[in-house]
C-alpha cells in the first residue's frame, strides 16, 4: 500500500482557485476573475487619462508654443481617444483575449499601430498647416508691405494647400493608395450633386472671398440683415462681430449672390445725414452756424471734407435742415456717431434759444358764424337724473 503526498487544504489555495477559475469563454480564450479585475483597472486608467488629457493643465502646456485654441481643442481631444483606445485594447489583452498590436484588423489591412501612426502623422500635418499660417502671417509677410487683408488671404491659401498635400502623402505612405479611393470619391461627388451643394457653394465662394477680396478682416459691413466687424473668414462660414458683441456666423455665399454694405471697403470715411427741422419763424443762417458748430466741435467728424447744411425743404409744420459730416474712426459705431451729434445738437438750439417744432394745425375761419347753445342749470340737473335712472336700470337687470 502506497501512501498518498499529503496536500494541505489552505484558504489561500481555494482562493486562487477561485480566481484562476473560468468564468465565461469567448472564442477558445477563456476569461477569469483575475482577467475581469485586470480589464477593469486598465479600462478605468484610460478613462482617467483620457479625463486629464481634456484638464486645463494640458491645453495650458500646449498654449505655451502659441497653437491656435481650436487646434490645441482638437488635439486633446484625439489623445483622449487615443488613450482610450489603447488602454482598451491593453485591457482585453489582459482579461485573457489575446489582440495583436502588429495583426491587421477584421475588414481592414491596417493594425493598430499603424492607425495610431496614421493618426500621429495627421495631427502633424493639421499643426504644421496652422504653424504656416501663422508665420506667414505674423512674420514673413507682416514686413512685406503688402495690406494686412491681403496677407491673411495669401497665408490661408498656402495653409489649405500645405493641408491637402500633407493629407495625401500621409494618405500614401500608410498604405492607403489613392486609387482604392475612387469610388469613395464617386459617391461623395453624387453626394455633392444632391445634398452636398451648399456646403460645396459655402467652400468655393470662401476661396472667391479669399481671391478677390470683397471683405476682409476688420471690415464693417452689412449683410442679410447683420451688421458687424469680420473678424474672421474660414472655408464655409465667415464670422461678423456685432456691436453687442455678438458673433454671427453667415454662409460665405451671402457675400456672393447677397447686395452686401462695406463701410470700409477702399475708403474708411463716409458721410452721415442728420436731418434737423427747426420751428418757423426762426433765424435760418442761426441755425447753419449752430449746426455747423456741433459738428466741427465733435473730435470724430472730420475737417476735410468739410461739414456742410443744406435747407432741405419747408414742411408743413418745420423749415428741415440736413447736416452732412464726414467721419473715419466711427464707422464701426454709426448709431454712437449719430447719438451724439443729436445730443450736441439739442443742447446748442436751447443755449442758442431755436425752437424745435411740434405737429400743430391753425384753424380759420372766413365767413358764417358760429353757434353756441346756452344749457341753463335746470337742463342739466333734468340730464344728470336722466342718466342716473339709466344707470339704476341697467343695474337691476
Do not use: C
Request: charged share 20%; glycine share 6%.
Amino acid at each position: 500500500m502506497v501512501a498518498k503526498p499529503y496536500n494541505a487544504f489552505t484558504l489561500e489555495n481555494v482562493e486562487m482557485t477561485l480566481l484562476e477559475r473560468p468564468l465565461f469563454y469567448i472564442g477558445d480564450h477563456y476569461v477569469t476573475i483575475l482577467g475581469l479585475i485586470a480589464f477593469a483597472g486598465f479600462f478605468a486608467g484610460g478613462l482617467l487619462i483620457a479625463r486629464f488629457l481634456q484638464s486645463q493643465i494640458v491645453r495650458r502646456f500646449f498654449s505655451r508654443f502659441k497653437i491656435d485654441a481650436n487646434f490645441i481643442a482638437i488635439v486633446t481631444t484625439i489623445l483622449s481617444l487615443a488613450a482610450i483606445v489603447f488602454f482598451t485594447v491593453t485591457a482585453i489583452n489582459a482579461a485573457g483575449i489575446p489582440l495583436a498590436w502588429n495583426a491587421a484588423l477584421p475588414a481592414i489591412k491596417l493594425s493598430l499601430v499603424q492607425i495610431f501612426l496614421l493618426v500621429a502623422l495627421l495631427v502633424a500635418v493639421f499643426w504644421l498647416s496652422s504653424g504656416t499660417k501663422h508665420f506667414l502671417f505674423n512674420r514673413l509677410l507682416a514686413q512685406s508691405g503688402l495690406d494686412r487683408a491681403l496677407q491673411y488671404a495669401i497665408a490661408q491659401i498656402i495653409a489649405n494647400v500645405v493641408l491637402v498635400v500633407g493629407v495625401l502623402i500621409v494618405l500614401e505612405n500608410t498604405g492607403i493608395h489613392l486609387g482604392a479611393l475612387a469610388v469613395f470619391a464617386g459617391a461623395v461627388g453624387v453626394g455633392v450633386g444632391f445634398g452636398l451643394q451648399n456646403i460645396a457653394s459655402n467652400f468655393i465662394s470662401g476661396l472667391v472671398i479669399l481671391a478677390e477680396r470683397p471683405i476682409t478682416i476688420g471690415d464693417r459691413v452689412e449683410v442679410a440683415g447683420i451688421a458687424g466687424q469680420v473678424e474672421h473668414i474660414r472655408a464655409r462660414s465667415t464670422v461678423i462681430r456685432t456691436n453687442d458683441n455678438i458673433m454671427m456666423i453667415v454662409p460665405n455665399t451671402k457675400f456672393i449672390d447677397s447686395p452686401v454694405t462695406n463701410w470700409t471697403y477702399g475708403d474708411r470715411r463716409v458721410r452721415f445725414r442728420i436731418a434737423v427741422g427747426v420751428a418757423y419763424g426762426s433765424d435760418v443762417n442761426k441755425v447753419r452756424d449752430a449746426l455747423l458748430a456741433v459738428a466741427q466741435e465733435n473730435p470724430h467728424t472730420l475737417k476735410e471734407p468739410a461739414p456742410s447744411v443744406f435747407l432741405k425743404q419747408f414742411g408743413d409744420s418745420s423749415i428741415d435742415f440736413q447736416l452732412m459730416v464726414w467721419s473715419s474712426e466711427m464707422s464701426a459705431r454709426p448709431s454712437r456717431y449719430r447719438s451724439d451729434l443729436n445730443f450736441a445738437i439739442a443742447e446748442k438750439f436751447r443755449e442758442a434759444g431755436i425752437e424745435m417744432p411740434f405737429p400743430q394745425r391753425d384753424l380759420h375761419i372766413r365767413s358764417g358764424e358760429l353757434k353756441v347753445e346756452n344749457v341753463t342749470e335746470t337742463e342739466t340737473a333734468k340730464r344728470r337724473e336722466s342718466a342716473v335712472v339709466s344707470s339704476d336700470l341697467r343695474s337691476a337687470d
